[in-house]
């Protein structure tokens, strides 16, 4: 606690020397300001790890410093004192963010008491932010957790195509599978780094808008065209436009997004001018756009312009341990969020988390972290606290004839991945035993092991 510092913010001589006085006998560090402009310099220049304000200042009240905290780059804890018991006032401040309120006359000891757990919060705070950077440092790459054999591929090919310039890119990969952030990545470590990346995803947009949005409009163009409008094609020059699920665009549109694809060349609607841009075109889809191609629903040109470069993105489920490594990353976020103190998954969670499919991918486990730890207490994530979607439960025929085949089922590899990994868990990670229970030899079952990366958990 020695050396924390803390911002008094009163324009009471007489509270401002008194609480002087107890806290620096508790050996805290005292910064001082009696308005609020005052305030403000003194967060400029200085870091303080906490704040104590007064609810009435001469030149404002203590909301709009709690207001401008909250918007500001300090963080830091607000105990607001007020004068009177204004619950009003409570609740605003609440709603803001401040940590606690403490009402006038001060209570030494209440405040201490106060005082303790709002720097018992920040240092929490400080150690998560702290775990969450050097996690990213060893094991992420630009924001995505991972370091399985799939994922390393991914950040390879991100690094190469990020330096090519201008090259088209498509990234195909199920739902939650990082795609967005692939594009981010890709766009950061390019030299366009400095110019805008702009995102447009094409199903939230109405048809009847998206031609607009992307390649702007004249004055007088429709009917609601009263300004000349640029698009988002154009406001991108220089950087980077990201299409997300690219399947969902209509034929018209694919006619003219072909045209820029190609030639980097469009016109606003009722324009008559051609504009020339420098953008690179990043798109994205969950759907094969293959199928969509023989069902006749996306242009097969279109296609091939877009898929210059390809990112896949791995399913979760082929990520190995990167599992628990983002589940843990997972647990230091949500405890920053909901203020937790979770340390692990119980061993039993870990085997679930490894045998379960995630169809939503990383969004799956970020959402079933997000409320096992709201909900949950203790230091162990334990299986009591995670609650699978209904239609995605871990579930697996048991006669093969009942088996479902099929687009929304398990592939063959999935199968096979998951058969390996009961059989291995029945056996107690006994690798021969293992071998026996599926009735191959023990070759067999090393070489499959080692092609779905089950290694690690294994003798
Ligand atoms: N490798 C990763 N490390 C940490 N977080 C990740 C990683 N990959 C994805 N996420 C998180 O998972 C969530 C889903 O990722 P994202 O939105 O990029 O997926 P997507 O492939 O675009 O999904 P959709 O197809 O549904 O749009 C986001 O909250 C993202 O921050
Ligand atoms: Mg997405």
Same mark, same amino acid.
């Given at each position: 606690?020695? &050396?924390?510092?803390?911002?008094?913010?009163?324009?009471?001589?007489?509270?401002?020397?008194?609480?002087?006085?107890?806290?620096?006998?508790?050996?805290?560090?005292?910064?001082?300001?009696?308005?609020?402009?005052?305030?403000?310099?003194?967060?400029?220049?200085?870091?303080?790890?906490?704040?104590?304000?007064?609810?009435?200042?001469?030149?404002?009240?203590?909301?709009?410093?709690?207001?401008?905290?909250?918007?500001?780059?300090?963080?830091?804890?607000?105990?607001?004192?007020?004068?009177?018991?204004?619950?009003?006032?409570?609740?605003?401040?609440?709603?803001?963010?401040?940590?606690?309120?403490?009402?006038?006359?001060?209570?030494?000891?209440?405040?201490?008491?106060?005082?303790?757990?709002?720097?018992?919060?920040?240092?929490?705070?400080?150690?998560?932010?702290?775990?969450?950077?050097?996690?990213?440092?060893?094991?992420?790459?630009?924001?995505?957790?991972?370091?399985?054999?799939?994922?390393?591929?991914?950040?390879?090919?991100?690094?190469?195509?990020?330096?090519?310039?201008?090259?088209?890119?498509?990234?195909?990969?199920?739902? &939650?599978?990082?795609?967005?952030?692939?594009?981010?990545?890709?766009?950061?470590?390019?030299?366009?780094?400095?110019?805008?990346?702009?995102?447009?995803?094409?199903?939230?947009?109405?048809?009847?808008?998206?031609?607009?949005?992307?390649?702007?409009?004249?004055?007088?163009?429709?009917?609601?065209?009263?300004?000349?409008?640029?698009?988002?094609?154009?406001?991108?020059?220089?950087?980077?436009?990201?299409?997300?699920?690219?399947?969902?665009?209509?034929?018209?549109?694919?006619?003219?997004?072909?045209?820029?694809?190609?030639?980097?060349?469009?016109?606003?609607?009722?324009?008559?001018?051609?504009?020339?841009?420098?953008?690179?075109?990043?798109?994205?889809?969950?759907?094969?756009?293959?199928?969509?191609?023989?069902?006749?629903s996306f242009r097969a040109d279109l296609?091939?312009?877009?898929?210059?470069?390809?990112?896949?993105?791995?399913?979760?489920?082929?990520?190995?341990?990167?599992?628990?490594?983002?589940?843990?990353?997972?647990?230091?976020?949500?405890?920053?969020?909901?203020?937790?103190?979770?340390?692990?998954?119980?061993?039993?969670?870990?085997?679930?988390?490894?045998?379960?499919?995630?169809?939503?991918?990383?969004?799956?486990?970020?959402?079933?972290?997000?409320?096992?730890?709201?909900?949950?207490?203790?230091?162990?994530?334990?299986?009591?606290?995670?609650?699978?979607?209904?239609?995605?439960?871990?579930?697996?025929?048991?006669?093969?004839?009942?088996?479902?085949?099929?687009?929304?089922?398990?592939?063959?590899?999935?199968?096979?991945?998951?058969?390996?990994?009961?059989?291995?868990?029945?056996?107690?990670?006994?690798?021969?035993?293992?071998?026996?229970?599926?009735?191959?030899?023990?070759?067999?079952?090393?070489?499959r092991m080692k092609k779905y990366g089950?290694?690690?958990?294994?003798?």
């Amino acid at each position: 606690m020695l &050396g924390e510092t803390i911002l008094n913010v009163d324009d009471e001589k007489l509270i401002r020397w008194s609480l002087r006085e107890e806290l620096s006998k508790d050996g805290f560090n005292i910064l001082e300001a009696d308005t609020i402009k005052r305030c403000y310099a003194v967060l400029r220049e200085h870091d303080p790890d906490l704040m104590i304000l007064d609810q009435l200042l001469p030149d404002g009240t203590g909301i709009d410093v709690l207001y401008h905290v909250q918007t500001g780059k300090n963080i830091l804890p607000v105990i607001m004192l007020t004068a009177i018991d204004r619950s009003d006032v409570a609740v605003q401040a609440m709603k803001l963010g401040v940590f606690d309120y403490v009402t006038k006359p001060v209570n030494m000891e209440e405040l201490r008491i106060v005082i303790g757990k709002a720097l018992e919060a920040t240092r929490l705070r400080r150690q998560v932010a702290h775990f969450l950077k050097e996690q990213e440092k060893t094991f992420g790459f630009c924001g995505m957790i991972g370091s399985s054999p799939p994922m390393k591929k991914v950040f390879h090919d991100i690094t190469k195509i990020a330096q090519s310039g201008g090259t088209t890119v498509l990234i195909t990969g199920e739902s &939650g599978t990082g795609k967005e952030l692939a594009a981010k990545a890709l766009h950061f470590l390019s030299e366009r780094r400095e110019k805008p990346l702009m995102m447009v995803n094409i199903s939230a947009l109405p048809e009847t808008l998206i031609e607009s949005e992307l390649f702007g409009h004249e004055k007088g163009a429709f009917t609601d065209a009263k300004t000349q409008k640029k698009g988002i094609f154009e406001l991108a020059d220089g950087g980077t436009i990201f299409l997300d699920e690219i399947g969902d665009i209509s034929p018209k549109v694919q006619v003219k997004l072909l045209r820029v694809v190609e030639q980097k060349t469009f016109q606003r609607i009722g324009g008559v001018s051609d504009i020339t841009v420098d953008v690179r075109i990043i798109a994205a889809t969950n759907q094969s756009l293959e199928e969509r191609i023989c069902q006749g629903s996306f242009r097969a040109d279109l296609y091939y312009r877009l898929n210059v470069a390809n990112i896949h993105m791995p399913p979760l489920r082929e990520r190995g341990d990167d599992i628990l490594m983002l589940a843990e990353y997972f647990v230091q976020e949500f405890n920053m969020t909901f203020h937790k103190r979770f340390k692990d998954l119980t061993g039993e969670t870990k085997q679930m988390f490894l045998t379960y499919q995630w169809p939503g991918n990383i969004r799956e486990l970020k959402n079933v972290l997000e409320r096992a730890i709201l909900l949950g207490d203790g230091e162990l994530v334990s299986p009591k606290d995670i609650e699978f979607s209904d239609i995605h439960k871990p579930q697996m025929s048991t006669s093969p004839r009942d088996m479902e085949i099929g687009q929304n089922s398990y592939s063959l590899y999935d199968l096979e991945k998951q058969a390996l990994r009961r059989a291995l868990e029945q056996a107690g990670y006994n690798q021969s035993k293992a071998a026996r229970l599926l009735r191959i030899s023990r070759d067999t079952l090393r070489y499959r092991m080692k092609k779905y990366g089950l290694n690690q958990h294994c003798d």
